[in-house]
T-cell receptor
């Protein structure tokens, strides 16, 4: 059982559509991060959220941390083919540096 | 600035062989870690190190050894390769950030290498 559950596992949409990816847990996290990974590459950090209720925007991407710091979401507006990739959420608990990862969401944006 | 460098990029081993996956970082990060990535399972922590001379086990340590003699290097050794170790391996280095907002807390942000795709036959 994953400590962080991501949904959906796979998403295939048309260019211009909006989408939301969810990352849920029954545990409290001191931070949640979102990474994006392209084939043959390592994950690259997109954003870190640390405060309950926090919302961060990165161009067309909006990240939210739940009030109770147990869940997060990633919303993409007007998806583009360049958004295609594997999106991973990861969290830290307490004061540690250990990252716990979700299983990931594979996003495919078709032109 | 190279970041995190992993070698080799691809490797095929026979069951029972041993090998070392190399990882080096030039960002002076204290924290380094090794993950394996398997389909549908995200990244699972194998071993990690909080500084030179200090290592600890992660979620899936069996069959792997690590050492950390310098800040820069964190090699991962497969003692006797098994088909179950076929996977993509990622090394990461992290720095700790501290926030102050009614409470003090820390979190790590990780930088990953490009990965080593290992096949054990």
């Amino acid at each position: 059982t994953q400590l962080l559950e991501q949904s959906p596992q796979f998403l295939s949409i048309q260019e211009g559509e909006n989408l939301t990816v969810y990352c849920n847990s029954s545990s409290v996290f001191s931070s949640l991060q979102w990474y994006r990974q392209e084939p043959g590459e390592g994950p690259v950090l997109l954003v870190t959220v640390v405060t309950g209720g926090e919302v961060k925007k990165l161009k067309r991407l909006t990240f939210q941390f739940g009030d109770a710091r147990k869940d997060s979401s990633l919303h993409i507006t007007a998806a583009q083919p360049g958004d295609t990739g594997l999106y991973l959420c990861a969290g830290t608990r307490g004061y540690g540096n250990k990252l716990v990862f979700g299983a990931g969401t594979i996003l495919r944006v078709k032109s | 600035n190279a970041g995190v460098t992993q070698t080799p990029k691809f490797q095929v081993l026979k069951t029972g062989q041993s090998m070392t996956l190399q990882c080096a970082q030039d960002m002076n990060h204290e924290y380094m870690s090794w993950y394996r990535q398997d389909p549908g399972m995200g990244l699972r922590l194998i071993h990690y190190s909080v500084g030179a001379g200090i290592t600890d086990q992660g979620e899936v340590p069996n069959g792997y050894n690590v050492s950390r003699s310098t800040t820069e290097d964190f090699p991962l050794r497969l003692l006797s390769a098994a088909p179950s170790q076929t996977s993509v391996y990622f090394c990461a280095s992290s720095y700790t950030r501290t926030g102050l907002n009614k409470r003090t807390y820390t979190w790590a942000e990780a930088f990953f290498g490009q990965g080593t795709r290992l096949t054990v036959v």
